[in-house]
């Protein structure tokens, strides 16, 4: 989309507008880690925060291909950023595919109103936490590892397993509930401003009316479009994050790169081994932003069928979903680890942190482990199965 045809107001403008903002801080942020407080509360300051909620509850009705498209924007800038920002919208979308519309209508309009943002407890691997009875009521308790966003979060999408009989809960629950205790000891050498450590429960009372019980978790084809979701949003901020390495990498070169001696280019610009290399990096992108593209219009689609998704269309959509974060993952770890190669020794220095394009792509791709995705691709190729719902998948 060119910037001509942009609206000033529109959110994609305000979203560039803010992106803008962060670079300037993003290096210093990145080194210091914690939770970037005045970027959190420059998107509550937005409007960006009700993007997919439906305009007849106050947001702003964006398509779930917008909303990718600006959580790849401002990944570009502040991958950290861009990640408790697409959670955002991941949280909200779990609420209305797992709950029931008196439960998330009223979540929605408050959201807007009161600027909520919206944490993550999830986690499903981390079994911990553990679900009493109490009443009609439950409480909560144990521990939650990864829960991003938490750290200056207004509602808390937490979930616990059945004490004694198994089985997953999942709850909406405001974060400074009693008992609600928000550790801040993320400390990894990528994604260091997404404060995706852990959380603690002691006997967090949980009403009937705060627990997503129908259709409840990954019940039926809309309901499993959750996991797609964030995958795709995933594939979006890694795509994001190449293509901001690309950038820096870039005005690196144009500005600050020396001509080797043994080159019989001009200028350092058209050294052909430099051109090379940005040959490479352009065809991988290029493919990496068909396939996420694509695969958010699909997303799109799929959306709007509601309940008459059937396994079908799921199934198709998971593949190429798959496909794209293969795709992003691969080119993008390989680009930004290369773009020394065309930016040269002097670009390693510290203050310029170039290597945090890479580090935020490595934290993050480990947490869904890549070999998984081309199993389930490899899986669909040899024997014609979809790729099994899971909260991964």
């Known amino acids: 989309m060119s910037t001509q045809s942009i609206s000033p107001d529109s959110p994609l403008a305000i979203a560039r507008e ?34 997919i909620i439906p305009r007849e509850f106050g947001g702003l009705g964006a398509s779930w291909s917008t909303t990718l498209q600006i959580v790849r924007e401002l990944a570009r800038v502040d991958s950290s950023v861009a990640h408790v920002f697409a959670f955002q919208h991941l949280l909200l979308a779990t609420a209305q595919l797992f709950g029931q519309p008196d439960q998330w209508q009223p979540w929605f309009e408050q959201t807007v109103r009161e ?31 990864f829960c991003s966003g938490a750290t200056d979060s207004d509602m808390l999408l937490a979930s616990a ?32 401003q997404t404060d995706s450590g852990s959380a603690r429960f002691e006997q967090v009372r949980v009403a009937p009316d705060e627990l997503l019980l129908q259709p409840g978790p990954l019940s039926t084809p809309r309901a499993c479009l959750r996991p797609l979701i964030a995958q795709l949003i995933l594939t979006n901020i890694y795509l994001g994050i190449a293509e901001g390495a690309l950038a820096e990498a870039r005005r690196y070169t144009l500005e600050q790169r020396r001509l080797w001696p043994a080159s019989l280019a001009p200028t350092a610009n058209k050294d052909p081994y430099t051109l090379l290399h940005y040959g490479e990096f352009q065809a991988a992108l290029e493919g990496a932003r068909l396939l996420a593209d694509h695969a958010g219009l699909q997303l799109d689609a799929a959306w709007q069928q509601g309940d008459a998704l059937d396994e079908a269309g799921r199934g198709q959509l998971a593949l190429q979903i798959a496909a794209a974060k293969v795709h992003a993952s691969r080119s993008g770890l390989d680009l930004t680890s290369r773009i020394f190669d065309v930016t040269g020794a002097r670009a390693t220095s510290a203050a310029l942190r170039l290597d945090r394009f890479w580090r935020n792509l490595r934290v993050h791709s480990l947490h869904d482990p890549l ?21 991964y998948s």
């Open 115 to 145: 600027r909520w943002f919206w944490g993550n407890a999830l986690n499903p691997l981390d079994t911990r936490t553990l679900a009493t009875p109490d009443g009609d009521a439950y409480r909560f308790h144990g521990d939650k590892s």
């Open 18 to 51: 803010l992106a803008s903002r962060f670079a300037r801080t993003a290096v210093a942020r990145d080194q210091a880690g914690g939770t970037p407080k005045a970027e959190r509360d420059a998107l509550r300051d937005s409007g960006l925060l009700g993007l």
């Open 161 to 192: 397993l059945r004490a004694g009989e198994g089985g997953l809960l999942i709850a909406v629950i405001p974060t400074k509930r009693d008992g609600v205790h928000i550790h801040q000891d993320w400390d990894n050498i990528g994604q260091r």
């Open 371 to 391: 070999d998984y995705k081309l199993q389930e691709l490899g899986d669909w190729a040899l024997n014609g199965q979809y790729p099994t719902p899971s909260f």
